[in-house]
């Protein structure tokens, strides 16, 4: 079998079943792609022969020396301990010398000993979902019977941190947390979250629903923005006032991933988040019975590559299907977007995204963009300062100390809107920290 240099694939064993009823999930409804007879007698479980195909095709797709996996939902933890045990088992079969590395995504509902003793055991990294403190989290993120989460989540990750399991937080951003960001990273860094993800929730709903999926893609032009999605300077808001306290204080201490992934591009790397890539195409979604899909964000019937019970995972990767989905986030960039002064790290975000018109009238431009040109125009003095210490061999947290002196200038000095802005940048105020 050929092997690629690397791809992810975020695996679904449970498909869409969840055990919570988040609000603004955009994944609960996949479950209308699916009927009971395609499922197997309403079972929603990866069947095992599935399973042991996809790791051991995944294994084998690669060049690596590590193989790294990433179990998601719905919620995985429906599952059981033993359906993991058997994961790491079938891995540990197929590994041939490599190492193998494991993501868990949960809510942490079901978090118990047991699992907390598997993940410690395993090094499963945990990825949380928790939203903010109590009124923040408990605003969307509901059960079945709409009651409040946030307890079961807090005593799942005292279990986790009880354990040392490994662990990060996943904050989607919403149109009400996104009001109180500071809350938000202060509460975070108490309950012991070291990585910190920030995910802006877009979402369109259609007016009239097909395949039973009424969260849409941008072709779409009979939707509109769900009621719960982040307003798009806002976000750039939200991201700003957590680098504010992050810049000042926090710098090698926490680490939040858009932070980081901007540093990495600033640098000159490539930036380790799809979104911010000029290409797409490396991060697919597998569904609970083999099928294929293009990515998380495009589970859809037009984008369903195959199923790899009947085709070779690294022949459904390297399809032309899938290359020209991944290219077309390049080539369908519009020019308002091609000619902008923070292209080189947005690059148009993630293409779910992208259903407004650009100034001059041109489909195709991002509904956060907005956001973004306000927050990535906003910490590049400090993303130059930061690159500058690692060429002359410094660590970048020094950031910090030039920050707050930076920040004594502002508060010492009246700038107007038109004058050259205090951190030195060259730039006029407005057009730099003047946001």
């Known amino acids: 079998m050929s092997s690629s240099p690397g791809f992810h694939v975020m695996a679904k064993p449970i498909g869409p079943i969840c055990n919570i009823d988040c609000k603004y999930c955009f994944y609960l409804e996949k479950e209308n792609l699916y009927s009971a007879k395609q499922r197997g007698k309403n079972n929603w479980a990866m069947p095992d022969d599935v399973l042991e195909e996809y790791i051991k095709q995944k294994i084998e797709s690669t060049d690596t020396d590590e193989e790294s996996f990433v179990w998601q939902g719905g919620e995985p933890t429906l599952l059981g301990v033993d359906y993991f045990r058997k ?12 190492k193998i590395n494991n993501a868990f995504q949960t809510n942490g509902i079901l978090i118990d ?23 923040l989290h408990d605003k969307y993120r509901v059960d079945k019977g709409s009651r409040p989460t946030f307890d079961r989540v807090i005593h799942g990750l005292k279990l986790l941190k009880k354990h040392k399991v490994d662990f990060n937080t ?14 938000v990273y202060d509460f975070l860094k108490e309950i012991g979250s070291g990585y910190m993800q920030f995910i802006p929730i877009v979402e369109r709903i259609s007016k009239e629903p097909t395949n039973g999926l009424s969260i849409v893609l941008p072709g779409n032009k009979n939707a509109e923005v769900s009621d719960w999605s982040v307003e798009p300077e806002q976000f750039g808001n939200f991201l700003i006032e957590i680098f504010n306290r992050w810049v000042l204080n926090d710098v090698g201490k926490y680490f939040v991933q858009i932070f980081d992934v901007s540093l990495e591009v600033w640098v000159g790397l490539q930036a380790g988040l799809c979104l911010f890539n000029e290409t797409c195409g490396k991060a697919l979604a597998l ?7 293009s ?10 590559l195959g199923n ?21 986030k390049k080539d369908k960039l519009p020019a308002y977007c091609r000619n902008c002064e923070v292209k080189f ?3 148009g975000e993630c293409p779910k995204n992208r259903f407004l018109n650009t100034p001059d009238g041109e489909p195709g431009l991002n509904y956060l963009c907005a956001g973004y040109k306000k927050f990535f125009n906003y ?48 730039k006029k105020y407005k057009n730099c920290c003047g946001v």
């Open 170 to 183: 996943l904050t989607v951003v919403q149109k009400d947390n996104s009001y109180h960001p500071l809350e």
């Open 308 to 328: 790899i019970m009947e085709n070779p995972l690294i022949k459904m990767v390297e399809s032309e299907q899938q290359k020209k989905f991944g290219t077309d």
């Open 287 to 293: 569904e609970h019975n083999g099928d294929l899909y």
């Open 113 to 135: 000993s047991e699992w907390c003793e598997f993940f410690a055991e395993n090094s499963f990294l945990i990825g949380l979902s928790i939203d903010g403190p109590r009124e």
């Open 379 to 426: 910490i590049d003095p400090y993303m130059k300062f930061m690159d500058n210490e690692l060429k002359i061999g410094r660590t970048p947290a020094n950031v910090m100390r030039w920050a707050r002196e930076k920040d004594k200038k502002f508060q010492a000095v009246k700038v107007g809107r038109n004058e050259p802005c205090p951190c030195g940048s060259g």
């Open 295 to 304: 990515c998380d964000h495009y589970v859809f019937p037009e984008n369903k």
């Open 87 to 98: 994961v790491v088992q079938l891995q540990n079969k197929y590994a041939n010398g490599k």
């Open 345 to 347: 790290i947005c690059n």
